[in-house]
């Protein structure tokens, strides 16, 4: 019994721990559409030396790394501190950033709930549907 407890327990946190932007701020992603009600991320964009984009922390004065909340779009920041573009693979998940600047999306943002320019269908929290 008490092996049961423990295997539930380990499973539910393992499944609490997936990259998802939907839970990284602890809020819901709006439904039909490409837009968020999470909390906004505390920066302020700037361009780098090679003309890519980077998110700058108010408080620290340094590049933010992970997911960027602005203007109610979803953002992801590589470990170089630069914003991505097109499909990226986090943890087990693709996901697809605009790489130019369409229709409700944002140069970066991420595309959700709908299809990605190449046809490929993304669930309301960004992530590739097989």
């Known amino acids: 019994m008490k092996k049961n407890i423990l295997i539930a327990g380990i499973i539910a946190m393992l499944s ?4 998802m932007p939907a ?17 906004e991320s505390n920066g302020h964009w700037v ?8 998110f700058i922390s108010n408080e620290t004065g340094r590049p933010i790394i ?11 920041m590589a470990d170089n501190g630069h914003m991505v573009g097109g499909w990226v693979k986090l943890g087990f998940d693709w ?3 605009s790489p130019n600047a369409v229709e409700n999306q944002p140069t970066g943002s991420l595309y959700m709930n709908k299809l990605t320019p190449d046809g490929y269908r993304v669930d309301s929290n960004g992530r590739w549907v097989n």
């Open 16 to 19: 609490t721990a997936t990259v």
């Open 95 to 97: 996901y697809y950033f």
């Open 66 to 76: 992970g997911w960027v909340v602005y203007k109610r779009q979803w953002y992801y």
């Open 47 to 54: 361009t780098n030396s090679d003309g890519s984009w980077s």
């Open 23 to 39: 839970f990284a701020e602890g809020k819901a992603v709006a439904w039909g559409g490409s837009t968020t009600d999470a909390t």
